[in-house]
């Protein structure tokens, strides 16, 4: 007896790697666990304005740059200008260059983006910045900042709680009197950053916009971040607050100004927003095409082979289910298979109207088979006969149903003919040998079968896994190979030895 | 009203095998794929038995090709009654069974009678492969009808009483008498409604019955009480079916006989699986006995050394 330590090993394998595949796919891709899972979606406008002087203009225009968006659409119109979007090596520059060799007058440039929230707000820090060279404070305020520093330094202990003793001492109720001085000549932002920077802590500018369904002519918000162990914390010295909003997309992360005009005057830049919902799924699919990662996914094929598809992936649960209840329960059905396919054509046909057509046509099936066996034809032949005359009755099913109105009835064309008629000759064999009560058990019990694996086949959970998540069928290959090892009693038999067990 | 199921761990105590395990560690262990043939083919069988001396009954023809089927009246012409059976058929499937031929004409057990269409129909469909494993094409064999011993009147109801026999490594280990019913239909099969009669290895003797799976006392047509069937010719039918080891190589094996009032016992089939019904016939499990018999090893033992051990440790009165 070899060892079946390889065997075991196999299937944990198998287990494991079908685990791991459909957690990565749903964490590393968003495709979403649940089907029909809805996700909040934004569409924000830009819209860039300025007075054209008839000269060259260049217009660079900072574009959203925030882990907590994904960006799933962008697109820019500008007609007659010359459109580039540049983007530095750490992707925190991203800027949009619209260019024209003359503009005159009002122009108009927008920009369109669609963004997905990711859920992770955090703002990791890329690179270590350097630290940033020391303010020079004019004559007139030296002392107070100096003074005034060393106050929050004393009560600090590291970049973050500097940085957070500062923002509370520039907003407190009562502010000493250094800190009234340095702010009437310096905005809280830029007084914040400078302090920071005097004590060689990095720290800089950037700016946001609120996201708020349905309104216009929005304008950017200016925080501050301040880096701290590897992480940027914003920070909105005008009011004290630390940390961020969930409906805040930071814009411009570069320190640089947002919109830059060459050639033009009075330009400004303005912002109108709309939330959506979009499915989950969906979304997930349109994120993975726009990073390429769409090589090992059924949704490359052409939508009619993804149907296909769709419906041959259900067949490994239905087999699933058909050795469950073989090898564990121990029911027996007519034909290993033949459940699996009678299930499929249920899915096609509906439950109800599937059961009611397939006792239809085989009973009438049946009552013709009983006449061509009083024929005396080779099997061969009679079973030919018998898949021309199931067509048939198919046809004439399909055509009654039309006349009377039952759209139901059309779909009975889905039945696969040969099977249909392999089970009128098994069960007209099984007539004529064991009589009609063997009929009805064998034909029932196969059906029965085939009504759990329909329920297992057609819910739409089961549908949305087998066909998005493909690691799943390793998992069911791996149940399938430790069903095939199973040497228990099945079921069935508790009830079928129990006069065995001396009770 | 409680579902009538019984714990796995009473029926794992009493030593009883199920169909999971006897598939993956007696079938799939013991019996070579490549032997196979043995079995599943009749014809392959009954060629065999002949060679290794064992008695089977008749062949009067074999039907290879449709054009043959004509040929059949002519083959029973001299014959009292006749069996038609498909040489790959399972489980008594496709079986024609013609007690009385008069004048051309064919009349089942039942005294229906059998027109010759009828049985052109049959042996067509046997040719065609309707009732072999996985419709392959097969081939139709025409047997002597079995003059069944006298001794089982009264317990059989219109069929061939007949004894099975399991054998595990070459040891009888366990058998049963299986008597066909009115519900059977004359059949000999436990599923169709044949009654099933534990036998003692040791002795021969009736132990206990079951029909459907449940116990019974006496045969449901005949009301003769079951336990106290003695089978005849015991011995010799332990010696036939253990030599069905040496013949076949089928480690777990199941073998079935018929006596025959003139030729004695007669071997009329193997099964390489062997249903699980005899272990309800026996009233006990089998696995013990199939553990003891591994317990001995790579044995050398004869046929008759190992007739002579079954029937002293497998007999009904022996400690296991």
Redesign the interface.
């Known amino acids: 007896?070899h060892s079946k330590k390889p065997f075991y090993i196999l299937v944990a394998l198998l287990f494991i790697l079908g685990i791991t595949a459909s957690v990565y796919r749903g964490v590393e891709h968003k495709v979403p666990f649940l089907p029909g899972k809805q996700v909040q979606s934004w569409a924000v406008d830009a819209k860039v304005q300025f007075q054209g002087t008839g000269d060259p203009a260049e217009v660079s225009f900072s574009l959203p740059n925030d882990p907590a968006f994904e960006i799933l659409v962008e697109n820019a119109t500008s007609p007659g200008y010359g459109l580039s979007i540049t983007d530095t090596n750490d992707q925190s520059d991203r800027r949009a260059i619209w260019s024209v060799r003359s503009a005159q007058g009002q122009q108009d440039l927008y920009y369109k983006v669609t963004l997905i929230p990711t859920g992770s707000t955090k703002v990791i820090a890329s690179t270590e910045p350097s630290e940033p060279k020391p303010y020079i404070w004019p004559a007139t305020e030296q002392a107070a900042a100096e003074q005034a520093t060393q106050e929050v330094w004393a009560k600090s202990a590291t970049n973050l709680s500097f940085a957070q003793q500062l923002n509370k001492a520039l907003n407190a109720q009562e502010r000493s009197q250094n800190i009234e001085l340095l702010l009437s000549s310096n905005s809280p932002n830029k007084l914040f950053l400078h302090m920071l920077q005097s004590k060689g802590i990095p720290a800089q500018e950037v700016s946001g916009l609120f996201l708020e369904d349905q309104r216009r002519r929005q304008q950017l918000s200016n925080f501050v971040e301040v880096y701290n162990d590897g992480e940027w914390h914003l920070f909105d010295p005008t009011n004290g607050t630390q940390g961020r909003d969930e409906n805040l997309l930071l814009w411009d992360r570069s320190g640089k100004s947002v919109l830059d005009v060459i050639g033009g005057v009075n330009s400004q830049v303005n912002f109108s927003m709309l939330q959506d919902t979009r499915s989950a799924l969906a979304t997930s699919l349109d994120v993975m095409n726009n990073q390429d990662a769409l090589d090992f996914s059924l949704y490359q094929l052409p939508l009619e082979e993804q149907s296909l598809f769709k419906g041959i992936l259900l067949i490994p649960i239905g087999v699933l289910m058909v050795v469950f209840l073989r090898?564990i329960v121990?029911l027996k059905t007519s034909g290993t298979f033949m459940p699996v396919l009678i299930a499929l054509a249920f899915i096609q046909t509906t439950l109800l109207t599937g059961l009611v057509g397939f006792i239809l046509i085989v009973a009438c099936g049946l009552m013709i088979r009983s006449y061509l066996?009083d024929l005396?034809l080779?099997?061969?032949s009679r079973i030919s006969a018998v898949i021309i005359v199931v067509i048939g009755i198919i046809g004439v099913f399909t055509l009654l149903a039309y006349k009377i109105g039952l759209s139901e009835g059309l779909t009975i064309t889905f039945f696969p003919m040969i099977i249909l008629a392999w089970t009128i000759e098994r069960m007209s064999?099984l007539w004529e040998?064991?009589g009609p009560k063997e009929v009805v058990l064998q034909g029932g019990g196969s059906l029965f079968v085939a009504t759990l694996a329909y329920l297992a086949m057609s819910a739409t959970w089961v549908q949305h896994w087998v066909f998005n998540f493909l690691g799943i069928h390793l998992v069911i290959l791996a149940v399938v190979l430790l069903m095939g090892?199973?040497?228990?009693?099945?079921?069935l038999?508790?009830?079928?030895?129990?006069?065995?067990?001396?009770? | 009203m409680r579902?009538?199921?019984?714990?796995?761990s009473?029926?794992?105590k009493?030593g009883?095998l199920?169909?999971?395990?006897r598939n993956?560690?007696y079938i799939g262990?013991c019996n070579p794929r490549k032997f196979y043939k043995r079995v599943d083919d009749k014809l392959t069988t009954k060629q065999l038995a002949i060679a290794n001396d064992i008695a089977v009954p008749a062949l009067i023809g074999v039907v290879r090709e449709?054009h043959e089927i004509e040929e059949i009246p002519t083959m029973v012409l001299e014959e009292d009654g006749f069996v038609i059976k498909p040489s790959k058929g399972s489980g008594g499937?496709g079986i024609l069974v013609i007690t009385k031929v008069e004048e051309g004409r064919y009349y089942k057990p039942n005294g229906q009678e059998v027109g010759p269409?009828e049985v052109?129909?049959h042996v067509?469909?046997v040719l065609?492969?309707?009732f072999s494993l996985g419709g392959s094409p097969d081939v139709a064999i025409v047997e002597g009808l079995i003059q069944f011993d006298p001794v089982f009147d009264g317990y059989s109801y219109e069929g061939v009483p007949d004894i099975r026999l399991i054998v595990y490594k070459g040891f009888p280990v366990m058998g049963m008498l299986r008597l066909s019913t009115a519900a059977s239909d004359g059949k000999a099969n436990l599923h169709?409604g044949a009654v099933g009669v534990g036998v003692d290895i040791g002795t021969g003797k009736g132990l206990h019955a079951?029909q459907f799976?449940?116990?019974v006392e006496l045969h449901p047509d005949t009301n003769k009480i079951l336990t106290d069937i003695q089978v005849p010719h015991w011995d010799f039918l332990l010696h036939t079916a253990s030599k069905a080891y040496e013949m076949s190589e089928m480690g777990y094996l199941g073998t079935d006989m018929v006596l025959d009032k003139v030729k004695g016992p007669l071997l009329l089939e193997l099964n390489a699986r062997p249903g699980?019904a005899i272990?309800?016939a026996n009233?006990?499990?089998i696995l013990p006995y199939l553990d003891h018999v591994d317990s001995l090893g790579n044995h050398n033992m004869t046929v008759d050394e190992r007739v002579e051990y079954a029937k002293k440790h497998f007999a009904h009165s022996a400690q296991l």
């Open positions: 007896m090898v121990g066996s005396n080779l099997l061969i064999i040998e064991e090892q199973y040497t228990g009693y099945r079921l038999e508790l009830r079928r030895f129990k006069p065995l067990a001396g009770e | 579902l009538s199921f019984t714990k796995p009473a029926l794992r009493k009883v199920c169909m999971n395990k993956i560690d262990r449709q499937k269409s052109y129909r067509s469909n065609s492969g309707l169709q079951v799976d449940t116990p699980l272990q309800i009233n006990r499990g």
